[in-house]
């Protein structure tokens, strides 16, 4: 079983930066795929960016450029470095990991494991 336990949620402005960090236990998540999503009130959970336990990294349209994902296998831990943040990004994330091969990493469904949720509110 792996628990998975999402940081570094909270109230920024418009244009400014965050950094989300998820702490996984129970398991090493080395051989893992972690990804992060995220879900607003009245929304689908949305991808958000995913890294490969190759270290290869894949990122949703609307963040590409401005968000970058990376992952510290030393401490079990995924880190989401958000850059120019939108108004319309106000949102739940959450970090999710699956250690199977060849799924489809952009859909929420394909992970077994996800955390609790780091709230992530930005004003204009």
């Known amino acids: 079983q792996v628990k998975l336990v999402e940081s570094g949620g909270r109230l920024v402005q418009a244009g400014g930066s965050l950094r989300l960090s998820c702490a996984a236990s129970?398991?090493?998540?080395?051989?893992?795929?972690l990804g992060w999503f995220r879900q607003s009130p009245g929304k689908e959970r949305e991808f958000v960016a995913a890294i490969l336990w190759t270290g290869g990294t894949y990122y949703g349209d609307s963040v590409r450029g401005r968000f970058t994902i990376s992952r510290d296998n030393a401490k079990n831990t995924v880190y989401l470095q958000m850059n120019n943040l939108e108004p319309g990004e106000t949102a739940v994330y959450y970090c999710?990991?699956?250690?199977?091969?060849?799924?489809?990493?952009?859909?929420?469904?394909?992970?077994?494991?996800w955390g609790q949720g780091t709230q992530v509110t930005v004003s204009s």
């Open positions: 999710a990991a699956n250690d199977g091969r060849g799924f489809t990493y952009w859909t929420p469904g394909e992970y077994p494991y």
């Open positions: 129970g398991r090493t998540v080395s051989p893992y795929t």
